[in-house]
């Protein structure tokens, strides 16, 4: 068979998922696809599973990696790969039914070296439920089916970083030996990848459609990994290194850089492992104090709070190290109390503004599940936000008995409270969240996602 689509399957002990995974590829509606899965010595019982599946489909190909490294995985399946375009299917995640369809379509239609789309985070909570929140990073003037060039357009290095919601041309990838760095684990092992495919692409085409389901927050995920830091210096020094990255690029390079530094930074002071990030949490001070020296990036290039953090690193790294262990002390010990008071509990947010919007993504990605808003607008009143009712204060108390309020007003949070203990809630089925702690408002912005805890 001449095959349109190589999916590429990379799994390591994820026996919970798999099945899932390979089935959504199964089912795609464009049957001309190739299934590589790629095992890296799976001890919980996926490679079992594979093996079962593979019996059952002759389209699945079953490998051993001889390493385990994602990375590895990757490059072994790109080598053995025979289809016009190459899909990256993560095991823990799954597709919708028509995804290779319409991004092979999309980039049949245009020649394009990379055909890509949008995607649902995925959360999964203790007692089974799932939530998905829909992000839609495409900036509003890459308009659906238009086909662009990253040297006109280098920014893309900054606002797409992930690889598994696209089709890539094997010839191109092929032809500009664009692969993976295959360093031990899983972490961050795609971002040379996918910076040099922003780096050598000529054709890039978006669509506008959701069709790919990320899960987060799984447990054992590559995302925890308290080397983090490390792997992030490791990749952008080999790419700054690299003679094919050219220089009308390198800009939008830094800026990603800069961002995906402090995020990984943030979690290690966060309270991961201990480790010891100096060398490389220098470098990174250094590469941007050069770049803001030399004019490669400005402070306006970047996003207004992302430049306040970074001048405060710059200025004094012992006090900015200080602010955000302090941010998430705070944000520990409120999640924390919150979790213990609503667990077994229904979860409605009271106020979808500033705060509500703040807090409801926030929790959702932190493990306590709300089921719905409320708010007195009426304005606001039957929208939905992430899927989710916004009620107004009768509907909720009359239809969602025994639930807790979390109370998110800055102004009115002690009338809402007075206004549902006249409607029959008990106080101890409410909080108020009025953002008057500094260091938890500041940390629920900066801290987006909490890994557990090690040192206590």
Not at 215 to 237: E, F, L, Q
Not at 397 to 410: E, F, G, H, L, P
Request: aromatic residues 12%; negative net charge.
């Amino acid at each position: 068979m001449e095959y349109k689509v190589t999916a590429i399957l990379p799994s390591y002990n994820v026996a919970a998922y798999i099945e899932q995974c390979v089935q959504s590829v199964l089912d795609q509606t464009l049957q001309e696809t190739e299934i590589l899965c790629i095992d890296a010595g799976s001890t919980d019982g996926t490679w079992e599973k594979l093996e079962k599946l593979a019996a059952e489909n002759p389209r699945i190909c079953l490998y051993k990696a001889e390493v385990k490294s994602y990375g590895y995985q990757m490059n072994l399946g790109i080598r053995k790969a025979r289809g016009e375009y190459i899909a990256i299917i993560e095991t823990d995640d799954y597709a919708d039914p028509d995804m290779f369809e319409l991004l092979y379509n999309v980039a049949a239609k245009s020649k394009a070296d990379v055909s890509k789309a949008a995607h649902y985070e995925l959360y999964e909570y203790s007692d089974g439920a799932c939530k998905e929140i829909p992000i839609d990073y495409i900036p509003e003037n890459y308009l659906s089916g238009t086909v662009f060039s990253p040297d006109e357009h280098p920014e893309v290095h900054d606002w797409d970083s992930n690889i598994w919601n696209a089709l890539y041309r094997r010839e191109f990838l092929l032809d500009h030996k664009i692969g993976f760095q295959e360093t031990p684990g899983a972490a961050f092992q795609d971002i040379a990848f996918q910076q040099m495919v922003w780096n050598e692409a000529e054709k890039v085409v978006y669509s506008r459609y959701h069709i790919y389901h990320y899960r987060r927050v799984r447990v054992g995920a590559s995302t925890w990994n308290p080397n983090c830091v490390k792997y992030v210096h490791k990749a952008y020094s080999d790419l700054f290194a690299d003679p094919r990255t050219k220089e009308s690029h390198k800009r939008w390079l830094y800026i990603r850089m800069i961002r995906a530094f402090f995020t990984e930074y943030r979690k290690t002071l966060c309270g991961m492992e201990k480790c010891d990030h100096s060398e490389a949490v220098d470098w990174f001070e250094d590469q941007i104090k050069e770049a803001l020296r030399s004019g490669l990036i400005e402070t306006a290039d970047i996003w207004p709070p992302e430049r306040d953090e970074i001048l405060r690193f710059l200025i004094d790294r012992e006090l900015y190290t200080e602010r955000i262990i302090k941010q998430a002390d705070a944000v520990y010990r409120w999640l924390g109390d919150l979790k213990q008071a609503v667990a077994g509990k229904k979860v409605i947010i009271f106020g979808a503004g500033q705060y509500g919007m703040l807090l409801l993504p926030y929790l959702i990605k932190n493990g306590i599940n709300v089921m719905a808003l409320a708010d007195n607008q009426i304005g606001l009143t039957n929208n939905t936000v992430f899927g989710l009712r916004i009620y107004s204060a009768d509907e909720a108390t009359r239809n969602i008995k025994d639930a807790y309020y979390i109370i998110a007003n800055k102004r009115f949070g002690e009338q809402i409270r007075m206004q549902l203990t006249g409607m029959g809630v008990s106080d101890d089925y409410m909080t108020i969240f009025d953002g008057a702690d500094r260091n938890l408002l500041d940390g629920l912005r900066r801290l987006p996602l909490l890994p557990e805890r090690k040192n206590g």
